[in-house]
């Protein structure tokens, strides 16, 4: 089964940038899905985006034009950049991997936009 450890997260301004990462423990080109999710504060988690094996994105609509999901099979890594951060993108963002056998997530890492 692989593990995924997500990175990236921070304290950021409104209007501002991060890149999430998210590394596998192994080839990540047999892992046919991979997504980002997040969950707010008394909220459920959500998906935000995500990429298959293939390179097909989907993205939530809050986030459309936003922000953009990646993945290099090198690196058995997958990305989450995000631009013009809004304060209601503050979230504990989660990495998801599914293949055949397992479906992995992470701890998350903490995103928070405040002024």
């Known amino acids: 089964q692989v593990q995924v450890v997500e990175s990236g997260g921070g304290l950021v301004q409104p209007g501002g940038s991060l890149r999430l990462s998210c590394a596998a423990s192994r080839s990540i080109f047999s892992i046919y899905y991979m997504g980002w999710y997040r969950q707010a504060p008394g909220k459920q988690r959500e998906l935000v985006a995500s990429i298959t094996s293939g390179d097909s994105t989907t993205y939530a609509d809050s986030v459309k034009g936003r922000f953009s999901i990646s993945r290099d099979n090198a690196k058995n890594t997958v990305y989450l950049q995000m631009n013009n951060l809004k304060v209601e993108d503050t979230a504990v963002y989660y990495c998801?991997?599914?293949?055949?056998?397992?479906?992995?997530w992470g701890q998350g890492t903490q995103v928070t936009v405040s002024s």
């Open positions: 998801n991997a599914r293949s055949s056998v397992s479906n992995s």
